[in-house]
């Protein structure tokens, strides 16, 4: 029996697809489904889980290369959302470009994870080292 760290088999089973130059994204709950693409949906009301609550509890278990991230979202959020969101990535380069093409990423990803966040463009592209 696991005791500790992520505990959801369907989220262990996404992650340890998620290897070498792979991408999965975690999504706000108003982000789109892709057919053929694998989607965990982990929403339960709004606000839970976040975004960043997920990125949190995965990231020890990841070799992050970088992330993408949509350029609306500095506009849409306030400078504290946006030192929590920086935060969350220290060390991890992120790369912000429009949401037109964040979401042109998507359909090459191992797997989406769908929050039940409700921050504008919160949604993130991870890349595997």
């Not at 340890?16 to 892709?34: K, Q």
């Amino acid at each position: 029996m696991l005791i500790q760290g992520v505990l959801n088999p369907d989220l262990l089973h996404m992650l340890a697809r998620f290897r070498h130059t792979n991408t999965l994204v975690i999504a706000d709950r108003g982000f789109p489904s892709w057919p053929g693409l694998p989607t965990l949906d982990l929403s339960v009301v709004d606000g839970l889980p976040t975004v960043l609550q997920i990125l949190v509890a995965i990231r020890p278990n990841l070799m992050l290369g970088g992330a993408f991230m949509a350029r609306e979202f500095k506009g849409c959020n306030t400078k504290a959302v946006q030192d929590r969101f920086a935060k969350s990535f220290h060390g991890v380069t992120v790369t912000w470009e429009p949401h037109v093409a964040f979401k042109k990423r998507v359909p090459g990803s191992i797997g989406l994870i769908r929050t039940g966040d409700t921050i504008h463009y919160a949604n993130m592209i991870l890349v595997s080292a």
